[in-house]
């Protein structure tokens, strides 16, 4: 309630978070959601708001102290933190271990840069480009990460900083900084997965049943009562934390047949919950969704590919995750610790024992700061990016071939990759 409280100051028509307020809809008496808006940015473009939501099983307080923190993450990620930067190209900086090394950025196929609808560029290392300071999560150093890595709404955007795909993976806000930093990171390693099950079609097994918390049991049973059946996969990576991938499919929908949502956490059931938690509020909007996306060159928001491959004549692309799923053989999935501190050190040594490299980028604002409460942005270019643009999927990416063979799935070249484009909002 404390917490609440102090976050409450960010809300007002002026604030930081402009509106918040209940939202109700399809969903079980027992899952409470807040929906709101992110204040006016100092270089608002003009766009449309930016929307922020929170859900919760607990109390309602918990749904709005969520939505509210959600709308905090997005403003600091705006291009409005005026941070020291330095402009120098990948060239100048290729031998030196301030700078997170160029060779590590993720990189779309040459099939993807030929084609016009693929909105990145490759990395040009004779270029100069902006970078904003962060701290390496294992030697402590301060490192130089790429602008438009630091923030997703980098301002005046060059087209040599036109590399990096725009998406809030990585952003996350707590009044602990190292609880901020944990989850932040968890997002990363969730969307590695999100990327590598799609891409490379990952024939998941079910999660063990001790991952069903009381709670997620309740809210499967209340959606199967409604003709939505439930699949948890077990999505766990070569980095051992765990991590869930959730399917909901609806046989009688012809326009919300089938959505996807993910998590990972510090334990299987706290990743079931979310990812449950994510893919029903994922179908409830797509259900109430008016947006008709013809293909995949429609494709721009956040929400036109659920929308796409939502509908049930795409039912069969999700095949690969159903067919045979209850004979593949479930693990029961070690915790990472408790305390945030020792967790965040366990998934550091394991990117490192990888040869990957995490930076914390701080995005505290002075509105937030007031609040108590510290922004970061994990930022780890070795791992799989997930990418909403079907025309940016970043296929030369090393990660994409050798982490599902090292799993022990094996990998498909890139002409064998999942042609359809990426379900998860």
């Known amino acids: 309630m404390e917490v609440l409280e102090s976050l409450e100051r960010l809300v007002s028509p002026f604030g930081v978070v402009s509106a918040v307020k209940s939202s109700v809809g399809w969903s079980p008496e027992s899952l409470h959601g807040f929906a709101g808006t992110v204040g006016v940015l100092p270089e608002d473009r ?30 600091a990620a705006a291009d409005i933190l005026g941070e020291e930067r330095v402009r120098r190209s990948g060239d100048d900086v290729r031998d030196d271990q301030d700078f997170l090394e160029p060779w590590r950025y993720p990189a779309c196929s040459p099939s ?5 609808r693929c ?44 590399f990096s795909y725009d998406i809030s993976t990585g952003f996350a806000v707590h009044t602990r900084p190292d609880e901020a930093a944990l989850r932040g990171l968890l997002e990363v390693v969730e969307r590695d997965m999100v990327s590598l099950v799609w891409l490379q079609r990952l024939r998941l097994p079910l999660v063990d049943d001790d991952a ?14 409604r003709f939505v059946e439930t699949y948890l996969f077990d999505a766990t990576s070569d980095l051992n934390v765990p991590t869930v991938y959730c399917l909901l499919t609806s046989e009688y929908d012809d326009r919300c047949s089938q959505v996807v949502g993910a998590a990972a956490g510090r334990r299987m059931c706290d990743a079931a919950e979310k990812a449950v938690l994510e893919a029903v509020s994922i ?22 590919g659920a929308s796409y491959m939502g509908e049930r004549t ?27 501190t020792a967790a965040l050190k366990t998934v550091v040594d394991r990117l490192h024992r990888l040869g990957y490299r995490a930076v914390r980028v701080d995005r505290t604002v002075k509105e937030l700061r007031e609040a108590g409460l510290t922004a970061v942005n994990m930022v ?30 094996g990998a498909h070249g890139e002409e064998e990759l999942n042609p359809w484009p990426q379900p998860f909002a």
């Open 46 to 75: 003009g766009d449309s708001p930016v929307a922020c939501a929170g859900r919760s099983l607990l109390s309602p307080d918990d749904a709005r102290l969520k939505a509210i923190a959600e709308g905090a993450e997005r403003y």
């Open 112 to 116: 993807e840069y030929g084609d016009p």
């Open 119 to 162: 909105p990145l560029r490759p990395f040009d290392g004779a270029q100069p480009i902006r970078w904003s300071p962060g701290v390496d999560m294992r030697s402590g150093r301060k490192t130089w990460v790429p602008s438009t890595m630091a923030t997703y709404q980098l301002g005046d955007k060059t087209e040599s900083e036109r």
């Open 212 to 225: 069903r918390s009381e709670s997620v049991v309740g809210l499967i049973a209340w959606l199967r009562q």
């Open 283 to 304: 179908m409830r909007i797509v259900r109430e969704r008016r947006k008709a996306v013809a293909g995949p060159e429609d494709i721009g928001d956040v929400l036109d």
């Open 314 to 340: 795409r039912s069969g692309a999700f095949d690969f995750l159903t067919e045979g799923a209850e004979k593949r053989r479930r693990r029961c999935r070690e915790p990472l610790p408790e305390s945030a």
């Open 380 to 409: 780890v270019p070795d791992l799989q990016p997930m990418s909403l643009d079907p025309f940016a999927q970043f296929k030369a990416h090393p990660r994409l071939y050798e982490a599902p063979a090292r799993m022990g799935y």
